[in-house]
């Protein structure tokens, strides 16, 4: 049942997402078309006057509309997420969503699931756009702009001939990390919205952002508890550096030393934000099932 419940939550965000993207596209191609004329027109020395002038003008306004319009739609993605998780659990529409045969916490977890789905998208979709952008608007000569991509591959060459296959390691911590960290944010937006639903009636989105704040000086508390322990032998492993050669040379056992010695402090926020991720959803689940009242 939980399938059915992700593939129905993730077909109602993509009505308004999907359309949101395809929209991110095509501000990516105007404000691309935009600069590549203005960069090719700077280049050729082109003068600003009569049509070339006006053109110049208009697509570098444009280009910059474009660019705030794509920073909007990341932004969107976040609230239209948002937005359904409230209307679908805190409003009319929770008559409907409680009645399914289906728990607490299959509901809980397909509003996550699907969450973190579209936050995945939306992130590829950017990363998709500014590299179009990169290669196609930024060469006030070419058509296409290699460059940048040539000094990438130069970067990472030297860190293969360096490490070589040892940097895959570090590379899936951070993306791990990475997943269990929006997790705990979404977790966070989510057990506002619920709490801030149950002590409220009339001004149901004010007190979430209240809730919140609330939720975040807590969790701030107990990082700032935690950090204070970590800091005294934080502090010895950073002084540890000092004796390590950096040259070249030693490069992969300069390597080594620094992932090895940052291990503890990576897990130990990795255990910590895992906890308190869990301890958002039980909450959720909590006040979902036992104290929600949409009457």
Known sequence: MLGKLIKHDFNSLSRVLFPTQLAVFGATIIATIGFAINFKAEYNHVQMGGFVGLMRLITGF???IMVLAIIAASILVAFIIFQRFYKNLMCDEGYLTFT??????????????????????????????????????TDSRNFVNMDVYREIGRMLHEVNVTVGARIIWP????ALFAIIATACNILHV???????????QKHKILASIGFYFVIN????????????????????????????????????AAYNYIVSALQPYFWSYFVLTAAIGAALFVLSHY??????NLE
């Open 171 to 174: 590379i899936l911590e951070i």
């Open 217 to 252: 000086i807590a969790i701030s508390i107990v990082s700032t508890i935690v950090q204070y322990f970590l800091a005294g032998s934080m502090v010895i492993t950073f002084e540890g550096f000092n004796g390590v050669r950096w040259d070249a040379q030693s490069g992969l």
């Open 287 to 292: 006040f979902l099932k036992n104290k929600l």
């Open 190 to 200: 989510y057990l506002a919205l619920i709490i801030g639903g149950i002590v409220s």
């Open 100 to 137: 399914l045969p289906v728990t607490t916490s299959e509901i809980l977890w397909s509003k996550l699931i699907t969450a973190m789905l579209w936050t995945l998208i939306s992130g590829v979709v950017i990363f998709i756009c500014l590299n179009i952008f990169i290669l196609f608007g």
């Open 62 to 64: 444009l280009s910059g």
